[in-house]
């Protein structure tokens, strides 16, 4: 199976003004994604801790909904590393549901 990439964004400065503009822009785009058959990256831009629990919620339960297709996030700049987290998922087919955060400090947050 295929894996779509969901480049999510621009990332608005407060967590709840962000949470509602990816319901308004871009869960229609992932569903319409979904639709295709493929399995689904969501590539978000790095931000603070408060951002990543309406993240995970969103990931968490699109995998659910699209079960048996997978949905995952990345939290990351656009770099290699961002990029190779992504297509290392696309060949992990027992990873579902998950947000993983990218940002090169091993650990420590942007």
Do not use: C, K
């Amino acid at each position: 199976m295929a894996q779509a990439v969901l480049v999510a964004g621009p990332l608005a400065a407060a967590p709840l003004d962000a949470a509602a503009a990816f319901h308004a822009a871009d869960l229609p785009r992932a569903r319409a994604l979904l639709e295709q058959g493929d399995d689904l990256a969501i590539h978000f831009p790095l931000a603070d801790h408060p951002y990543r629990a309406w993240r995970l919620a969103i990931v968490q339960e699109l995998a659910r909904e699209a079960a048996p297709r997978r949905v995952n996030g990345v939290e990351g700049h656009d770099d290699p590393a961002t990029a190779a987290t992504i297509a290392w998922l696309a060949d992990a087919p027992a990873i579902t549901g998950q947000l993983f955060a990218v940002d090169g400090n091993s650990g420590s947050r942007a």
